[in-house]
Nanobody, 121 residues
């Protein structure tokens, strides 16, 4: 099975920074894509930043220029650097990967439990 564990969330003031980490472990044969999503109270879960299968990055317009996604392929880890945080960034941030398990065909989505980011004004 595949497991994702996020860390790095917390409470920060507007304008501050955080770095989120997500470690993927388990019977992973390959990873097609990795990224971050978030869900604020009363809102649907939305894409924040991702790596596609081609290695390209994709950012939500609301975070472009402030957030940076990075990864360490050898460690199956993806990071999200959050700078210039705004109160509207307050949400639970979820790690997501599209991965294939060993001895299985096809790629499937896996989600972490989420880490809470709270930005105060």
């Amino acid at each position: 099975q595949v497991q994702l564990v996020e860390s790095g969330g917390g409470l920060v003031q507007a304008g501050g920074s955080l770095r989120l980490s997500c470690l993927a472990s388990g019977r992973i044969a390959s990873i097609n894509a990795m990224g971050w999503y978030r869900q604020a109270p009363g809102k649907q879960r939305e894409l924040v930043a991702t790596f596609t299968s081609g290695g390209n990055t994709n950012y939500a317009d609301s975070v472009k220029g402030r957030f940076t996604i990075s990864r360490d392929n050898a460690k199956n880890t993806v990071y999200l650097q959050l700078n210039s945080l705004k109160p509207e960034d307050t949400a639970v941030y979820y790690c997501n990967i599209k991965a294939r398990e060993i001895y299985k065909t096809g790629y499937y989505d896996y989600w972490g439990q989420g880490t809470l980011v709270t930005v105060s004004s």
